[in-house]
């Protein structure tokens, strides 16, 4: 087990420029989970994969926010145009989902800090 | 919809005293209810959890009760230490887990 991986860890753009955040899971963990988190605050829920499957995106996330999860193994985060009020910590978690009742805690990766200028 | 309200900090306490953090939850269904820590610098890890009322979810030294009635999930400890410092968030399970807005504590020698 050697927890959740996020790269970068920090990234500075600047507004208008399209990023990318990639999250490795833990490797049996069959669900994948973004979130963002700001100064003071709690973690929003962005999306979430069961396997490659998106099966939940949060009604306040932007059409400039996409994920994926091909394979079903890394997802990748993207921000198109990115603003200034996108700046977070932006967090993956995985869990070993085997009941419809989410149950299994989450394990967060560390984060990408995104500072847009 | 389903949320978790948790009381606001920050909090300092002196070395040896106890803790509680409040934490209230509106669902839907039974959720499972958790506590996670951010040390700083460093990721959210869980520290408990409780998947039914009347369980009760424990980890080093921390204690935390699923209280239907009073839909409540209030983390406490009996002897807080220095290394405690940190940011404690209760958390509510579900296709979403949702998060309160986190407690910060600075224990103090």
């Known amino acids: 087990d050697t927890g959740v991986s996020q790269n970068p860890r920090h990234k500075i753009t600047k507004r208008g420029q399209n990023v990318t955040f990639r999250c490795d899971p833990i490797s049996e963990h069959n669900r994948l989970y973004w979130y963002r988190q700001t100064l003071g605050q709690g973690p929003e829920f962005l999306t979430y994969f069961q396997n490659e499957a998106q099966l939940e995106k949060s009604r306040l996330l932007s059409d400039r926010f996409s994920a994926e999860r091909p394979k079903g193994s890394f997802s990748t985060l993207e921000i198109q145009r990115t603003e200034q009020g996108d700046s977070a910590m932006y967090l993956c978690?995985?869990?070993?989902?085997?009941?419809?009742?989410?149950?299994?805690?989450?394990?967060f990766g560390n984060g990408t800090r995104l500072t847009v200028t | 919809g389903d949320s978790v309200t948790q009381m606001e900090g920050p909090v300092t306490l002196s070395e040896e005293a106890f803790l509680t953090i409040n934490c209230t939850y509106t669902?839907?269904?039974?959720?499972?209810l958790f506590w996670y820590v951010q040390y700083p610098g460093e990721g959210l890890q869980l520290l408990l959890k409780a998947t039914k009322a009347d369980d009760k979810g424990s980890n080093k030294g921390f204690e935390a009760t699923y209280r239907k009635e009073t839909t409540s999930f209030h983390l406490e400890k009996g002897s807080v230490q220095v290394s405690d410092s940190a940011v404690y968030f209760c958390a509510l399970g579900g296709n979403q887990f949702y998060f309160g807005t986190g407690t910060s504590l600075t224990v103090i020698p």
């Open positions: 669902a839907t269904g039974y959720p499972s």
């Open positions: 978690a995985s869990s070993l989902g085997t009941d419809r009742k989410h149950n299994s805690p989450l394990h």
